[in-house]
């Protein structure tokens, strides 16, 4: 069984920035990907890698300030955030899975249902 345990939240201002990650139990699935959900919303694909290729898939949302990189030396999953807004507020979790999707160009889409193995959030909050 996967397990993926998020750490890195934290309270920071606008404009500033987080590394977010992810320690995960076993370094061979296929998909990874970050979520979020703020209070009142569902959740929001934020970015995915496809661990075989490298390739990664962004959220419009975050396109350019966000970037997702898997530390296969160290069983981590990271997701650096510059430019850090209020709307950013959210629980952020971390996903995997062994299957992919590749028919649309994206093996990795940003599609919660894509994703079994879940883990526990952690809390990003930031301030104007």
């Known amino acids: 069984q996967v397990q993926l345990v998020e750490s890195g939240g934290d309270s920071v201002q606008t404009g500033g920035s987080l590394n977010l990650t992810c320690a995960v139990s076993?370094?061979?699935?296929?998909?990874m990907a970050w979520f979020r959900q703020a209070p009142g919303k569902g959740r929001e694909g934020i970015a995915s890698?496809?661990?075989?290729?490298?390739?990664?898939s962004y959220a419009d949302s975050v396109k350019g300030r966000v970037t997702i990189v898997r530390d296969y030396e160290k069983n981590k999953l990271l997701l650096r955030m510059n430019d850090l807004k209020p709307d950013d507020t959210a629980n952020y979790y971390c996903?995997?899975?062994?299957?992919?999707?590749?028919?649309?160009?994206?093996?990795?889409?940003?599609?919660?249902?894509?994703?079994?193995?879940w883990g526990q959030g952690t809390q990003v909050t930031v301030s104007s």
């Open positions: 890698v496809y661990t075989y290729t490298g390739a990664t």
């Open positions: 076993n370094y061979d699935t296929r998909c």
């Open positions: 996903a995997a899975d062994y299957r992919t999707n590749c028919r649309t160009g994206i093996c990795c889409p940003l599609t919660g249902n894509l994703y079994k193995f």
